[in-house]
C-alpha cells in the first residue's frame, strides 16, 4: 500500500539515556543509536515490545553494543514497532526498549 506522505530517514543519536529506565522509540530512522550516561553492564539483555503488544521480542543479537552506545538498524525498528498492525495499517514504528543487567 502507498502512503500518502513521504517518511525520509536519516541516522540520529539519543544522548545522556539511563541504563535502569525504559527508552520510548517513535518514528522510521535510517539507524537509532541510544547514548548513556555510563558504560553499559557486561551480559546485558535487550528487549523492545510494540506499544500495542504483549508481548516483547530479544534483540541483544540484533544491535550493536559498544561502551554506552547501543546502535539498531531502522529496519529492527520497523519490524518490532510494526510487529503488531493489522494489514492495510500505515502507522509509523512505535515501541518500548529496556536493558536489563546480565
Request: aromatic fraction near 8%; proline fraction near 6%.
Amino acid at each position: 500500500m502507498k502512503t500518502p506522505w513521504r517518511h525520509p530517514r536519516a541516522d540520529f543519536t539519543i544522548m545522556e539515556l539511563q541504563t535502569d529506565k525504559p527508552v520510548g522509540i517513535f518514528g522510521r530512522y535510517k539507524s537509532l543509536i541510544l547514548e548513556f550516561e555510563k558504560t553499559l553492564p557486561e551480559n546485558i539483555t535487550i528487549y523492545a515490545q510494540d506499544l500495542s503488544a504483549g508481548f516483547s521480542f530479544d534483540i541483544t543479537k540484533n544491535v550493536l553494543i559498544q561502551e554506552h552506545r547501543i546502535k539498531l538498524s531502522g529496519a529492527l525498528i520497523d519490524t518490532v514497532g510494526t510487529s503488531s498492525n493489522n494489514n492495510g495499517d500505515i502507522s509509523a514504528p512505535g515501541l518500548v526498549l529496556r536493558i536489563y543487567p546480565g
